[in-house]
C-alpha cells in the first residue's frame, strides 16, 4: 500500500504539469492546493509503510527516487515557464548528481549516507531534523508560490495588482530553497574528499 501511494504521486505530477501548461487563472489558481496534496504523499506513505510493517529498501528507494524525480521536474518546469532563472535547476541537478554520486562511494562501502559526514556542523546542515524538514518546507512553499505566480500571470487573471507581490514572495522562497540545497550538499561534497582518498576498507562476507 504504501509503495502504491508514493508511484501515485507520479502520474499526479504529469498532471499537475499538465495544469501548468494548459490551463487557465482557475485551473492553475487550485493546482497550488494540488501541489501541496502532491507533496504531502511523502509523508502519508511513510506513515503508512510504518503502520503497516512495510518499511523496507524498495520502499525507501522507490521514496527518494521519487522526491528527487518530483523535485527536478518541477524546477525544470518552472525555469521552462521563464518564472525562474534556468540557472536554479542547473544548481539543484549539480548538486544532486554529485552529492548522490559521493554517497555511492560510501554506501558501497557500507556507510549509510547520514554516517559519511563526521564534523558536528555537516552532521546538523545534512542530517538534523531542522534542516531536512526547513528544506521540504522551503521548497513546498516556492512551488506553491510559483504555481500562484503563474496563475496570476495567465493572461485576464483577476486582482492584477497581486502579481508583482505573489513573484517577489516566490522567487525569494526559490532561492532560499537554493541557499539551502547548497547547504546541505556541500559538506557532503567536502567530506567525501577524505571518503576518496582513504576509503574504508569493503566488508567482506
Given amino acids: 500500500m504504501a ?5 501515485a504521486r507520479f502520474p499526479l505530477l504529469f498532471l499537475y504539469v499538465a495544469f501548468l501548461y494548459y490551463g487557465g487563472f482557475s485551473l492553475r489558481f487550485w493546482s497550488a492546493l494540488f501541489i501541496i496534496v502532491i507533496i504531502a504523499m511523502d509523508s502519508i506513505d511513510g506513515i503508512v509503510a510504518r503502520a503497516r510493517g512495510e518499511t523496507s529498501l524498495l520502499g525507501s528507494a ?3 527516487a521519487t522526491d528527487r524525480t518530483l523535485e527536478i521536474i518541477l524546477w525544470v518546469v518552472f525555469a521552462h ?15 544532486g548528481t554529485t552529492v548522490d554520486a559521493m554517497r555511492a562511494v560510501g554506501m558501497s562501502n557500507g556507510l549509510p549516507p547520514f ?14 531534523r531542522f534542516m531536512r524538514s526547513s528544506y521540504g518546507f522551503l521548497k513546498g512553499a516556492a512551488f506553491t508560490a510559483l504555481t500562484l505566480d503563474l496563475a496570476f500571470h495567465t493572461p485576464g487573471a483577476p486582482y492584477p495588482a497581486f502579481h508583482p507581490t505573489v513573484h517577489t514572495i516566490a522567487l525569494v ?3 532560499l530553497a537554493v541557499i539551502w540545497c547548497l547547504l546541505r550538499g556541500i559538506p557532503v561534497l567536502v567530506e567525501s574528499y577524505d571518503l576518496l582518498k582513504n576509503p574504508p576498507p569493503a566488508k567482506t562476507r
Avoid: C, H, M, Y
Avoid at 509503495?3 to 508511484?7: F, R, V
Avoid at 554516517?115 to 538534523?128: C, D, G, T, Y
Fill in 3 to 7: 509503495n502504491l501511494i508514493t508511484l
Fill in 115 to 128: 554516517e559519511q559526514v563526521k564534523s558536528p556542523i555537516s552532521r546538523f546542515l545534512v542530517a538534523s
Fill in 173 to 175: 522562497l526559490t532561492w
Fill in 62 to 64: 522507490l521514496d527518494i
Fill in 81 to 95: 515557464l521563464g518564472l525562474i532563472s534556468i540557472v536554479v535547476p542547473l544548481i539543484v541537478i549539480t548538486r
